[in-house]
């Protein structure tokens, strides 16, 4: 097995903990390992793994660790509005134009977006994309354009 398919493989299994966690259980440890295993055979046999890392590790680490700045802020963002008494707020459903010009850097935006509490984006289309945000002040924060300019910074061209 070369570098990058363990690489990947290793990804399946680190992806598989962050999401079930770790448990001393026999039965878990079994499908901890079969579980990831089997869902790298299919996206190998099936050629979805990517051939090409076109990202900047380090660049890409960094991003993720503001990432959950960001993601955390806005909870708090959310949750104040939930709990305000009297909720007022102004939903927007507008189309940013995303300085991505690869499909990956897209992508990610797109994502990154949608995992940002009060926006989603619903669709996209090239590099323009379409969010709902659910109050002004989320949407005025992705239309300063502070994430996409990091995402382009970890995107290798």
């Not at 990432?67 to 459903?93: C, F, G, T």
């Not at 619903?122 to 969010?131: F, Y």
């Amino acid at each position: 097995m070369d570098t990058k398919k363990f690489i990947s493989l290793l990804v399946f299994f680190i992806i598989w903990l962050g999401l079930t966690g770790i448990k001393p259980d026999l039965m878990y440890i079994f499908f901890a390992i079969l579980t990831p295993s089997i869902v790298y055979y299919f996206a190998h046999k099936l050629s979805l793994l990517p051939t090409k890392l076109n990202i900047d590790i380090l660049k890409s680490m960094k991003y993720a660790f503001w990432l959950i700045a960001e993601i955390i802020k806005s909870s708090i963002s959310v949750s104040k509005i939930a709990w305000r008494r009297n909720i007022s707020i102004y939903p927007l459903l507008e189309p940013i134009i995303s300085v991505q010009n690869t499909e990956l850097g897209v992508v990610i935006y797109a994502n990154s977006i949608t995992l940002t509490p009060g926006t989603v984006t619903l669709s996209t289309e090239d590099n323009k994309l379409l969010v709902h945000a659910l109050d002004i002040k989320f949407m005025r924060d992705l239309q300063d354009g502070t994430m996409d300019r990091k995402i382009e910074e970890i995107i290798i061209k």
